[in-house]
């Protein structure tokens, strides 16, 4: 059977979090585990102006917390505020190399939405390369496809979507 809930009792936990957040930064305003998941929750709920402002107290305090950045920048997305998301993913890259992979993923999909392909597809390059696992390539592959033939660089995209075809059958031993 399925039961249907009232869009507030699907928020309880959510509202639950925001309070619980806040009031430990009522007690512990330099808690940056607190304002951390407050940014979080906020984002969750929708509220991406609260969370945007959540990680930027919380950057002013801790300038080199990547996860902020990251947290940011989805927001900002959200707001389509493109031109700062990308700043913010940079940022986090800068800040936590390892996150290099995802970020240029992030900013190629931030740069496709903005129709600038040319960039979108050097993004997603940039993320095949520091992609040494292939944990991701048929993905990131397939984006860069897409970028290609948009740029009516056809030929190109094409031997990008086969690639991907290839990694995706190789990882998947059910295919």
Do not use: W
Not at 50 to 70: K, T, V
Not at 71 to 87: C, G, K, N, P, W
Not at 134 to 158: F, M, N, P
């Amino acid at each position: 059977m399925i039961s249907l809930m009232r869009p507030s009792a699907l928020n309880l936990p959510v509202s639950r979090s925001r309070a619980g957040a806040n009031r430990a930064l009522e007690l512990l305003p330099s808690n940056y585990a607190a304002r951390e998941k407050l940014a979080n929750v906020l984002i969750r709920m929708g509220k991406f102006d609260e969370g945007i402002a959540q990680c930027r107290e919380l950057l002013r305090r801790m300038p080199y917390h990547a996860p902020s950045y990251l947290t940011m920048a989805y927001a900002m997305v959200q707001l389509r505020s493109f031109d700062e998301a990308i700043a913010a993913y940079q940022q986090a890259m800068r800040l936590h190399p390892s996150y290099s992979v995802d970020g240029y993923n992030a900013i190629g999909v931030v740069q496709t939405l903005q129709g600038r392909f040319d960039l979108a597809a050097a993004s997603f390059q940039k993320a095949i390369d520091l992609d040494t696992a292939h944990a991701k390539s048929a993905d990131l592959l397939y984006k860069l496809s897409y970028a290609l033939q948009k740029l009516g660089r056809s030929a190109e995209a094409q031997r990008a979507l086969e690639e991907a075809k290839e990694g995706a059958m190789a990882s998947d031993p059910k295919r």
